[in-house]
């Protein structure tokens, strides 16, 4: 049977201890070994790092009965971690052992896993985030809106699915791991018709992300650091090296999309063309988004 085609297997996952209500974390230092069938070296190191995964959420209490689904040899993480009441979290560091002489590829992955649900003042914003675009009639309705967001305060749960996304299981988003820089929204529709029709980690409906999605993902103190060494407000679970200081959004001024600032400070919106220095510093980009499927 063809490898990918046998690969393609359902997850069913069935919880088999009682957790607790509240979060709780549990260290777990876990050996990761692909299949033994040698391709390439990056797709053998993912499906050992899936491997270690894997074993991380069942050393937390949750069994899972079958191998994840891969799609075009995508590792979709995502659909272990969010459906299971147990997730790898972010900041864990995978040592690359590489090829042993038995043919497998090992990794070790150091990290800490969450049991059971996280419990926050807003409830659960899975699914919650306005999606639908906003015309507002001028950008004071804009700015108004966006000092009501409140950035910052949301308390993420991301997931690295180590395929070029990331998914926030707090939100129900996935996002793109990285930006792209984008000067105006032609460019940015072009872009993501590029990716759509790649149907880029195994999806097609990528799209540019709401006020309100935009400001989920800004962090109330600096994160991530560009290549320059400035700082970010996004997490560095995302890759912020290259230089970039606004994102688009779908929503529009009559100006045209608004942007929010993500460099330097926390949260601000402006009007495209408004953001340029007259040292031409300021970048604007765009951070792909779709809604994850529950």
Not at 111 to 129: C, D, F, N, R, T
Not at 182 to 200: D, W
């Amino acid at each position: 049977m063809n490898r990918a085609v046998f690969l393609l297997i359902a997850i069913v996952l069935v919880l088999h201890t009682v957790v607790s209500a509240g979060a709780e974390t549990i260290e777990v230092l876990i050996k990761g070994i692909d299949d033994g069938v040698k391709t390439t070296r990056e797709r053998d190191y993912k499906e050992a790092v899936m491997n270690g995964k894997l074993q991380a959420i069942e050393r937390a209490g949750v069994a899972v009965s079958s191998l994840t689904i891969v799609e075009n040899f995508a590792l979709k993480y995502d659909m272990v971690e969010s459906r299971a009441k147990a997730v790898l979290l972010p900041g864990f560091q995978v040592i690359d052992i590489g090829y042993q002489t038995d043919g497998t590829y090992q990794v070790v992955i150091s990290g800490k896993v969450q049991v059971g649900e996280e419990k926050s003042a807003e409830g659960k914003l899975w699914g919650k985030l306005r999606a639908t675009p906003y015309e507002f009639a001028n950008y004071k309705e804009a700015f108004d809106l966006w000092t009501g967001i409140n950035t910052g305060t949301v308390t993420n749960q991301y997931v690295n699915n180590e395929n070029g996304t990331v998914s926030d299981l707090k939100t129900g988003l996935m996002w793109l791991t990285s930006y792209e820089i984008k000067e105006n929204i032609l460019e940015v529709r072009q872009y993501l018709e590029r990716i759509n029709g790649k149907s880029f980690a195994g999806y097609s409906d990528w799209r540019i992300p709401t006020l309100e999605e935009v400001a989920s993902i800004i962090e109330s103190k600096p994160g991530g650091k560009l290549d320059s060494g400035r700082a970010s407000y996004l997490n560095p679970v995302f890759d912020v090296r290259p230089y970039c200081w606004y994102l688009w959004s779908v929503d529009r001024s009559p100006q045209g999309n608004i942007m929010a600032y993500i460099g330097e400070k926390k949260g601000g919106i402006v009007n495209p063309g408004d953001h340029y220095q007259a040292d031409g510093i300021c970048v604007a980009c765009i951070k792909a988004v779709r809604s994850a499927d529950r």
